[in-house]
């Protein structure tokens, strides 16, 4: 086996404002706080089956009593400010990829969706892939 990924808070520390109650704890102001994301996406408690690999799972945000279970730019006044530009162009970016190339697999070997070490989760094993322009999209491109 090899080591377990490093697994670090994700989210920017906050500092509480004042006393309050987290989960039964209590936490007195001025108290550095730090929100574990990798923790809150993989709680059983709140994802079935939070290890499995399912991004339908993301169509549509969950809200709970206590906010939202999925957190990729943080919430609350501290969210991410780029958080409704990343949103839109991460549909923007996947459809013209699917859209313009032709992709194929270099191998038909199982996919190894093991985490890497880091703070952004890399796989353990590169995924790669060969990528060629559509047709209509190679004279498109030649004549830009």
């Not at 520390?13 to 102001?29: F, K, L, M, T």
């Not at 162009?89 to 093991?114: P, V, Y």
Request: charged share 25%; proline share 9%.
């Amino acid at each position: 086996m090899g080591k377990e990924p490093v697994r670090s808070p994700l989210l920017l520390p906050h500092e509480s404002a004042e006393d309050c109650v987290v989960g039964g704890y209590h936490i007195p102001r001025g108290t550095m706080l730090f929100v574990n994301q990798w923790a809150i996406h993989h709680d059983p408690n709140l994802w079935s089956d939070p290890e499995r690999f399912n991004p339908e799972r993301f169509e549509k945000p969950e809200v709970t009593s206590d906010g939202y279970r999925f957190m990729p730019f943080g919430s609350g006044r501290r969210i991410c400010p780029g958080d409704g530009l990343a949103m839109r162009m991460i549909g923007l970016a996947l459809g013209l990829l699917i859209q313009c190339f032709d992709w194929e697999r270099i191998s038909e070997e199982k996919i190894d969706m093991t985490e890497g070490h880091g703070l952004t989760m890399p796989k353990a094993q590169p995924l790669l892939a060969k990528c060629r322009p559509r047709s209509v999209m190679q004279k498109f491109m030649s004549e830009i």
